[in-house]
Protein backbone atom coordinates (compact mmCIF):
# COMPACT_ATOMS: atom_id res chain seq x y z
CA UNK A 1 0.00 0.00 0.00
CA UNK A 2 1.39 3.14 -1.07
CA UNK A 3 2.31 5.88 1.48
CA UNK A 4 -0.65 8.77 2.00
CA UNK A 5 0.37 12.23 0.63
CA UNK A 6 1.19 14.87 2.88
CA UNK A 7 -1.76 17.72 3.41
CA UNK A 8 0.49 19.65 5.43
CA UNK A 9 4.02 19.66 5.67
CA UNK A 10 5.23 22.28 7.96
CA UNK A 11 9.15 22.43 8.33
CA UNK A 12 11.17 24.30 11.10
CA UNK A 13 8.61 27.31 10.94
CA UNK A 14 9.87 30.32 13.14
CA UNK A 15 7.85 33.61 13.55
CA UNK A 16 8.83 35.99 16.65
CA UNK A 17 6.95 39.25 17.77
CA UNK A 18 10.48 40.86 18.96
CA UNK A 19 10.03 40.09 23.24
CA UNK A 20 6.52 38.41 22.77
CA UNK A 21 7.15 34.55 22.20
CA UNK A 22 5.83 33.30 18.92
CA UNK A 23 6.63 29.56 17.73
CA UNK A 24 10.33 28.19 16.91
CA UNK A 25 11.62 25.57 14.40
CA UNK A 26 8.01 23.83 14.14
CA UNK A 27 7.71 20.52 12.23
CA UNK A 28 5.02 18.96 11.55
CA UNK A 29 3.26 16.95 9.33
CA UNK A 30 -0.14 16.03 8.62
CA UNK A 31 -1.24 13.15 6.02
CA UNK A 32 -4.11 13.16 3.59
CA UNK A 33 -7.61 12.04 4.70
CA UNK A 34 -6.91 12.74 8.40
CA UNK A 35 -8.99 14.55 11.50
CA UNK A 36 -5.79 15.96 13.18
CA UNK A 37 -5.56 17.74 16.72
CA UNK A 38 -3.04 20.51 17.30
CA UNK A 39 -4.08 20.93 20.99
CA UNK A 40 -2.49 23.48 23.55
CA UNK A 41 -3.83 26.33 26.63
CA UNK A 42 -4.64 29.34 25.13
CA UNK A 43 -0.96 31.80 24.19
CA UNK A 44 0.99 28.46 23.14
CA UNK A 45 1.10 29.74 19.71
CA UNK A 46 -1.45 27.17 17.68
CA UNK A 47 -3.09 30.48 16.50
CA UNK A 48 0.20 31.69 15.34
CA UNK A 49 0.86 28.78 13.72
CA UNK A 50 -2.51 28.22 11.80
CA UNK A 51 -2.26 32.38 10.31
CA UNK A 52 1.35 31.68 9.22
CA UNK A 53 -0.06 28.35 6.65
CA UNK A 54 -2.84 30.92 5.74
CA UNK A 55 -0.56 33.89 5.26
CA UNK A 56 -2.56 36.04 7.18
CA UNK A 57 1.04 37.09 9.13
CA UNK A 58 4.59 36.60 7.63
CA UNK A 59 6.90 34.01 9.09
CA UNK A 60 10.86 34.43 9.69
CA UNK A 61 11.94 31.20 8.59
CA UNK A 62 10.65 27.65 7.85
CA UNK A 63 8.58 26.54 4.56
CA UNK A 64 4.86 25.56 4.84
CA UNK A 65 3.21 23.39 2.13
CA UNK A 66 -0.21 22.71 2.01
CA UNK A 67 -1.98 20.41 -0.15
CA UNK A 68 1.53 19.51 -1.18
CA UNK A 69 1.85 23.14 -3.08
CA UNK A 70 4.07 25.78 -1.18
CA UNK A 71 1.67 28.06 0.57
CA UNK A 72 3.68 31.40 0.22
CA UNK A 73 4.07 31.19 -3.67
CA UNK A 74 1.16 29.59 -4.25
CA UNK A 75 -1.24 31.19 -1.69
CA UNK A 76 -4.17 31.78 -3.86
CA UNK A 77 -4.78 28.53 -5.39
CA UNK A 78 -3.88 26.89 -1.99
CA UNK A 79 -6.66 29.02 -0.54
CA UNK A 80 -9.14 28.34 -3.14
CA UNK A 81 -9.27 24.32 -1.58
CA UNK A 82 -9.33 25.61 1.94
CA UNK A 83 -11.89 26.17 4.53
CA UNK A 84 -10.79 28.38 7.98
CA UNK A 85 -12.82 28.67 10.58
CA UNK A 86 -11.12 31.56 13.29
CA UNK A 87 -11.38 31.40 16.84
CA UNK A 88 -13.11 34.79 17.17
CA UNK A 89 -16.14 34.79 14.24
CA UNK A 90 -15.98 38.66 13.05
CA UNK A 91 -18.40 40.09 10.33
CA UNK A 92 -19.33 43.15 9.33
CA UNK A 93 -22.24 43.92 11.86
CA UNK A 94 -24.49 45.61 9.68
CA UNK A 95 -24.21 43.30 6.96
CA UNK A 96 -26.98 40.05 6.66
CA UNK A 97 -26.20 36.58 7.17
CA UNK A 98 -27.17 35.62 3.73
CA UNK A 99 -25.04 38.16 2.23
CA UNK A 100 -22.00 37.09 4.80
CA UNK A 101 -22.55 33.56 3.52
CA UNK A 102 -22.62 34.96 0.05
CA UNK A 103 -19.56 37.08 -0.32
CA UNK A 104 -17.76 34.00 1.46
CA UNK A 105 -18.78 31.71 -1.07
CA UNK A 106 -17.80 34.48 -3.81
CA UNK A 107 -14.80 35.35 -2.30
CA UNK A 108 -13.77 31.31 -2.60
CA UNK A 109 -15.00 30.96 -6.28
CA UNK A 110 -13.39 33.75 -7.29
CA UNK A 111 -9.99 32.29 -6.19
CA UNK A 112 -10.70 28.88 -8.00
CA UNK A 113 -11.55 30.57 -10.78
CA UNK A 114 -8.55 32.69 -11.13
CA UNK A 115 -6.82 28.93 -10.96
CA UNK A 116 -8.70 27.35 -13.54
CA UNK A 117 -8.17 30.20 -16.05
CA UNK A 118 -5.42 28.99 -17.51
CA UNK A 119 -6.86 25.62 -17.51
CA UNK A 120 -9.63 23.96 -20.02
CA UNK A 121 -12.47 25.59 -19.85
CA UNK A 122 -13.26 29.33 -19.38
CA UNK A 123 -12.94 30.70 -15.35
CA UNK A 124 -16.37 31.32 -15.65
CA UNK A 125 -17.38 27.74 -16.22
CA UNK A 126 -14.87 26.77 -13.39
CA UNK A 127 -16.91 28.98 -10.47
CA UNK A 128 -18.35 26.89 -7.91
CA UNK A 129 -22.15 27.03 -6.86
CA UNK A 130 -22.30 26.95 -2.66
CA UNK A 131 -25.67 27.57 -2.78
CA UNK A 132 -27.39 24.07 -1.98
CA UNK A 133 -24.53 23.36 0.32
CA UNK A 134 -24.93 26.23 2.57
CA UNK A 135 -28.88 26.22 2.61
CA UNK A 136 -28.49 22.35 3.73
CA UNK A 137 -25.77 23.21 6.61
CA UNK A 138 -27.74 26.88 7.48
CA UNK A 139 -30.62 24.23 7.82
CA UNK A 140 -28.52 21.47 9.75
CA UNK A 141 -27.03 24.41 12.44
CA UNK A 142 -30.24 26.02 12.32
CA UNK A 143 -29.04 29.59 11.15
CA UNK A 144 -31.40 32.41 10.78
CA UNK A 145 -30.09 33.99 7.24
CA UNK A 146 -32.21 37.01 7.35
CA UNK A 147 -30.71 38.34 10.25
CA UNK A 148 -27.79 40.69 10.83
CA UNK A 149 -24.54 39.95 12.28
CA UNK A 150 -24.78 42.54 15.26
CA UNK A 151 -28.42 41.06 16.21
CA UNK A 152 -26.44 37.46 17.18
CA UNK A 153 -24.85 35.86 19.31
CA UNK A 154 -21.83 34.62 19.73
CA UNK A 155 -22.57 30.94 19.50
CA UNK A 156 -24.71 31.57 16.55
CA UNK A 157 -21.86 33.86 14.85
CA UNK A 158 -19.89 30.72 15.11
CA UNK A 159 -22.60 29.03 13.26
CA UNK A 160 -22.35 31.63 10.52
CA UNK A 161 -18.41 30.50 10.24
CA UNK A 162 -18.58 27.06 9.80
CA UNK A 163 -21.18 27.67 7.08
CA UNK A 164 -18.89 30.59 5.32
CA UNK A 165 -15.65 27.44 6.14
CA UNK A 166 -17.07 24.64 4.49
CA UNK A 167 -19.91 25.57 2.17
CA UNK A 168 -17.52 25.31 -0.58
CA UNK A 169 -16.42 21.41 0.21
CA UNK A 170 -13.10 22.05 1.15
CA UNK A 171 -9.97 19.63 0.60
CA UNK A 172 -8.87 21.00 4.00
CA UNK A 173 -10.49 22.34 6.59
CA UNK A 174 -8.17 24.57 9.11
CA UNK A 175 -10.00 24.97 12.32
CA UNK A 176 -8.96 27.50 15.41
CA UNK A 177 -10.63 26.82 18.36
CA UNK A 178 -14.06 25.79 16.54
CA UNK A 179 -16.39 24.91 19.34
CA UNK A 180 -15.70 27.97 21.37
CA UNK A 181 -19.56 29.59 21.99
CA UNK A 182 -20.96 26.89 20.63
CA UNK A 183 -23.58 24.71 22.76
CA UNK A 184 -23.06 21.35 23.46
CA UNK A 185 -26.27 20.48 21.08
CA UNK A 186 -24.59 22.52 18.12
CA UNK A 187 -21.05 20.84 19.23
CA UNK A 188 -22.77 17.62 18.11
CA UNK A 189 -24.00 18.66 15.01
CA UNK A 190 -20.54 20.34 13.99
CA UNK A 191 -18.41 17.28 14.38
CA UNK A 192 -21.03 15.37 12.40
CA UNK A 193 -20.24 17.56 9.82
CA UNK A 194 -16.71 17.16 10.13
CA UNK A 195 -17.07 13.75 9.82
CA UNK A 196 -19.42 13.74 6.99
CA UNK A 197 -16.81 15.79 4.93
CA UNK A 198 -13.54 13.63 6.15
CA UNK A 199 -15.41 10.72 5.22
CA UNK A 200 -15.75 11.92 1.50
CA UNK A 201 -12.04 13.12 1.93
CA UNK A 202 -11.54 16.07 3.41
CA UNK A 203 -8.36 16.35 5.45
CA UNK A 204 -9.42 18.90 9.14
CA UNK A 205 -6.43 20.04 11.00
CA UNK A 206 -8.50 21.00 14.07
CA UNK A 207 -6.86 23.38 16.83
CA UNK A 208 -8.05 23.32 20.15
CA UNK A 209 -7.33 23.79 23.98
CA UNK A 210 -10.59 20.93 24.78
CA UNK A 211 -8.28 18.03 25.66
CA UNK A 212 -12.20 15.73 24.95
CA UNK A 213 -13.16 16.87 21.57
CA UNK A 214 -9.63 16.25 20.28
CA UNK A 215 -9.74 12.42 21.97
CA UNK A 216 -13.08 11.58 20.87
CA UNK A 217 -13.13 13.08 17.20
CA UNK A 218 -8.93 13.15 15.80
CA UNK A 219 -6.79 9.94 14.95
CA UNK A 220 -3.36 11.77 15.21
CA UNK A 221 -2.54 15.04 17.15
CA UNK A 222 0.34 17.15 18.40
CA UNK A 223 1.04 19.24 21.23
CA UNK A 224 2.56 22.52 21.73
CA UNK A 225 3.80 24.55 24.31
CA UNK A 226 5.54 28.39 24.61
CA UNK A 227 5.71 27.91 21.35
CA UNK A 228 7.10 24.24 20.49
CA UNK A 229 5.92 21.05 19.54
CA UNK A 230 6.06 18.88 22.35
CA UNK A 231 5.06 15.79 21.30
CA UNK A 232 3.31 14.31 17.49
CA UNK A 233 1.50 10.57 18.48
CA UNK A 234 -1.47 9.12 17.83
CA UNK A 235 -4.34 9.91 20.26
CA UNK A 236 -4.86 6.38 21.60
CA UNK A 237 -0.96 6.86 22.52
CA UNK A 238 -0.85 10.56 23.93
CA UNK A 239 -4.28 8.96 26.29
CA UNK A 240 -2.44 6.36 27.63
CA UNK A 241 -1.12 8.53 30.21
CA UNK A 242 -2.46 6.99 33.61
CA UNK A 243 -2.09 10.14 35.17
CA UNK A 244 -5.74 11.02 37.34
CA UNK A 245 -6.49 13.47 39.28
CA UNK A 246 -7.40 12.45 42.72
CA UNK A 247 -10.06 14.35 45.00
CA UNK A 248 -10.73 12.29 48.07
CA UNK A 249 -12.28 13.82 51.81
CA UNK A 250 -11.03 11.62 54.89
CA UNK A 251 -11.89 12.94 58.41
CA UNK A 252 -13.19 15.54 56.81
CA UNK A 253 -10.44 16.62 55.34
CA UNK A 254 -10.20 17.24 51.62
CA UNK A 255 -7.31 16.12 49.45
CA UNK A 256 -6.31 16.64 46.12
CA UNK A 257 -3.83 15.42 44.26
CA UNK A 258 -2.45 14.23 40.70
CA UNK A 259 -1.33 10.50 40.77
CA UNK A 260 0.38 8.07 38.18
CA UNK A 261 0.38 4.84 40.07
CA UNK A 262 -2.37 2.00 38.91
CA UNK A 263 -6.15 2.17 40.56
CA UNK A 264 -5.74 -1.21 41.75
CA UNK A 265 -2.85 -0.04 44.09
CA UNK A 266 -4.57 3.64 45.15
CA UNK A 267 -7.98 1.20 46.19
CA UNK A 268 -5.50 -1.29 47.64
CA UNK A 269 -4.09 2.07 49.98
CA UNK A 270 -7.26 3.29 50.68
CA UNK A 271 -9.00 0.14 52.07
CA UNK A 272 -9.97 0.44 55.50
CA UNK A 273 -9.31 3.99 55.86
CA UNK A 274 -12.41 6.84 56.57
CA UNK A 275 -13.21 7.87 53.14
CA UNK A 276 -16.44 10.06 53.14
CA UNK A 277 -15.79 10.95 49.62
CA UNK A 278 -13.78 10.02 46.96
CA UNK A 279 -13.49 11.36 42.99
CA UNK A 280 -11.43 9.87 40.32
CA UNK A 281 -11.10 12.15 36.93
CA UNK A 282 -8.89 12.63 34.24
CA UNK A 283 -6.29 15.37 34.28
CA UNK A 284 -7.03 19.07 32.77
CA UNK A 285 -4.73 19.69 29.99
CA UNK A 286 -2.30 21.88 31.48
CA UNK A 287 -2.24 18.68 33.66
CA UNK A 288 -1.36 16.53 30.82
CA UNK A 289 1.09 19.23 29.76
CA UNK A 290 3.41 19.09 32.93
CA UNK A 291 3.29 15.23 32.82
CA UNK A 292 4.76 14.74 29.34
CA UNK A 293 7.68 16.96 31.37
CA UNK A 294 8.26 15.36 34.34
CA UNK A 295 6.51 11.84 36.21
CA UNK A 296 4.44 13.04 38.66
CA UNK A 297 3.40 10.00 41.34
CA UNK A 298 2.08 11.18 44.70
CA UNK A 299 1.53 9.17 46.71
CA UNK A 300 -1.76 8.95 49.20
Excluded at 41 to 60: V, Y
Excluded at 257 to 279: C, Q, V
Amino acid sequence: MSEKVKAIEISNLTKSYGKKRGVKNISLTVKEGDIFGFLGPNGAGKSTTIRSMLGLIRFQEGQIKLLQKDAVKNRREVLSQIGYMPSEAMFYPTMKVKDVIAFAAEASSAGWAAVGAGTAGSAGERRRDCTEESERICELLKVDREKKIEELSLGNRKKVSIVCAMQHKPKLLILDEPTSGLDPLMQEAFFKLILEYNSQGTTCFLSSHVISEVKRYCRNAAIIRDGAIIRVDTVENLSKSNLRRIKLTENKKVKDFAYTGSMKELLKELEGRNIEDLLIEEPSLEELFMHYYESEDKQV
